[in-house]
T-cell receptor, first 112, second 112 residues
């Protein structure tokens, strides 16, 4: 079973719209989360990390973490065609390990 | 931003042959990682390293070896390449005090 599950698999929003991504962990040892974005033909690039309950906002991007439900979300407001990419959620356990576990990703298409 | 480079960017190999993928980072990061990306499996950790001359097994190490001859360089070695190792391979690095992993552009490997 995938330890980090993402939904939806794909998403299409109009330019200027809101894109929302969901991520759920099945392991309570996962306490640290990242969102990564990967454009076609490139390596993943970290968008933001979130380690505490609540919201974290960086520009057009807002992440939300609820540790009790092991749920993390990402919202992109005013979506642009350049936001079209594959979005990954990644989680790390507490402790000294540096290993990240990635979800399968959500493909976002922003329609001009 | 962290700079991670990979070579070659693409490679065609024959079944049973030896393949070496190279990764170089210029950011004085202690931690380096090798992942493979396959459709339907997301990103999976093969090997990682905390310090030069030492490597650790990740989640899918079978069929792969790793070498960390210096802090800047990390190689992934396929001694006997197989069809199932056709994938895109990514190298990443992270610093001691931060957890965000920075990825290279990837190497597309096709084993025939």
């Amino acid at each position: 079973q995938q330890k980090v599950q993402q939904s939806p698999e794909s998403l299409s929003v109009p330019e200027g719209g809101m894109a929302s991504f969901n991520c759920t962990s099945s392991d309570r040892n996962f306490q640290y989360f990242w969102w990564y974005r990967q454009h076609s033909g490139e390596g993943p690039k970290a968008l933001m990390s979130i380690f505490s309950d609540g919201d974290k906002k960086e520009g057009r991007f807002t992440a939300h973490l609820n540790k009790a439900s092991l749920h993390v979300s990402l919202h992109i407001r005013d979506s642009q065609p350049s936001d079209s990419a594959l979005y990954f959620c990644a989680a790390r356990e507490t402790g000294n390990t540096r290993k990240l576990i990635f979800g399968l990703g959500t493909t976002l298409q922003v329609q001009p | 931003e962290a700079a991670v480079t990979q070579s070659p960017r693409s490679k065609v190999a024959v079944t049973g042959g030896k393949v070496t993928l190279s990764c170089h980072q210029t950011n004085n990061h202690d931690y380096m990682y090798w992942y493979r990306q396959d459709t339907g499996h997301g990103l999976r950790l093969i090997h990682y390293s905390y310090v030069a001359d030492s490597t650790e097994k990740g989640d899918i190490p079978d069929g792969y070896k790793a070498s960390r001859p210096s802090q800047e360089n990390f190689s992934l070695i396929l001694e006997l390449a197989s069809l199932s190792q056709t994938a895109v391979y990514f190298c990443a690095s992270s610093g001691r005090g931060q957890d965000t992993q920075y990825f290279g552009p990837g190497t597309r490997l096709l084993v025939l």
